[in-house]
């Protein structure tokens, strides 16, 4: 899969504890990132995989150390300083370019180990009082008192080839302390990507069969236990067809990977509606917008999986001029019919495009959402 060919993924990570000196003290903010030359159209942010993995930190004394190697391959991909006039550092991105950030999230106490897409998906959340060196620099915690909600802490420029360390202490003082809950740090590699980019790896990557599709409608018809994403009919299971954002029937039908449910999204739109920061055109896409509009589990682009067995059933249906189709019935052996869609209203096309997940009682709309106009942007944001 051409997702995992990047040189980023030379990346080695370990964990180790020695000693501290504190030194310097930087505040890093998040800079603005503009197109490199020779780069066109949407590009996107996504965390593609951890340098250090999320490691439990529960509050004590001491200093402890998160290491890793950036080889020269993974060096090479960091982005180039831009120059520019502007309140925020300036970087030019590029096909492939990689951003290394610090993130900690609270977890709770019984956990010794967050998988990856649980990781993903789960809030930045700063300690009350840490203190945080990289590579002999002291970083300023980008706090929610100063951007509405605790960020992740770039570290990309402080980043060397070689080996990179992080310094933590993070004392058991009571601001730090919970009965139920700790902390966890990663340092995560962000990679930049365009959209062709991402559109070929899902395409390339593993699909979810249509006998494999079948097979689990066949287990949720035998199945006595109740289900919230499909609504048992007798021998057959109802299946949306409709895309969440634009309520149209999908073109490029995709879920992730942890996803239970099974409606999927369009993989067109999922893209075209990630949002960006607010700081001039040209910015790729937030890096944390990946949580999956039906369920909220991790949809990052190398987590998405296509589902065969609803691409045969929308080409079986546009074959039957039948493309406004929105539901199936489907049987226990893989058998489906459509259900008829009411009539639309004559007043349907003045109807605005919806802006976000449409919601299953919401009124239909036959129209896709333009990718232009879906993108929303955010101020002060990843
Ligand atoms: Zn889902």
Not at 122 to 149: C, V
Request: charged share 30%; with cysteine.
């Amino acid at each position: 899969m051409p997702l995992l060919t990047l040189r980023a993924d030379q990346m080695v990570s370990s964990t180790v504890f020695v000693s501290s000196k504190n030194t310097n003290f930087r505040p890093l903010r998040s800079p603005e990132r503009k197109p490199g030359r020779g780069v066109s159209g949407r590009f996107y942010q996504y965390v593609t995989k951890c340098a250090v993995q999320p490691t439990r930190m529960d509050p004590r004394s001491g200093i402890r150390t998160l290491e890793f190697t950036l080889p020269a391959g993974a060096a090479a991909l960091l982005p180039q300083k831009a120059t520019g006039i502007t309140e925020l550092p300036i970087r030019s991105y590029t096909e492939g370019c990689i951003r290394l950030r610090l993130r900690c999230s609270r977890r709770p106490k019984r956990e010794t180990y967050v998988r990856d897409s649980d990781w993903a998906i789960s809030d930045t959340t700063w300690p009350g009082e840490m203190y945080t060196f990289f590579n002999e620099t002291a970083i300023e915690l980008p706090r929610k008192q100063h951007f509405r909600h605790d960020r992740p802490a770039e570290l990309t420029d402080l980043a060397v080839e070689g080996p990179n360390v992080v310094k933590i202490s993070l004392p058991d003082n009571k601001c730090n302390l919970s009965e139920d809950s700790t902390f966890f740090l990663a340092v995560e590699v962000v990679l930049t990507a365009s959209r062709s980019f991402l559109e070929n790896g899902v395409r390339a990557a593993r699909h979810t069969t249509a006998e494999e599709t079948k097979k689990k409608i066949a287990r949720r018809l035998t199945s006595t236990s109740p289900d919230d994403d499909v609504v048992a009919a007798d021998t057959t299971l109802s299946i949306s067809l409709a895309d969440p954002f634009s309520a149209t029937m999908v073109e490029v039908p995709v879920r992730g990977v942890d996803c239970e449910h099974m409606e999927c999204f369009d993989l067109g739109n999922w893209l075209a509606s990630r949002p960006s920061k607010k700081s001039g055109g040209g910015e790729p896409s937030l890096a944390d917008c990946w949580k999956c509009p039906i369920c909220g589990r991790d949809a990052r682009p190398h987590r998405l999986h296509i589902d065969d067995f609803l691409v045969e059933v929308r080409a079986e249906l546009l074959a039957d001029g039948k493309q406004r189709t929105k539901r199936i019935q489907v049987a226990a052996d893989g058998s489906w019919v459509p259900v008829a869609e009411p009539e639309d209203s004559d007043d349907e096309g003045d109807a605005p495009p919806p802006s976000g997940p449409a919601q299953e009682s919401s009124r239909v709309s036959s129209r896709s959402v333009p990718p232009a106009a879906a993108v929303i942007e955010i101020l002060d944001d990843d």
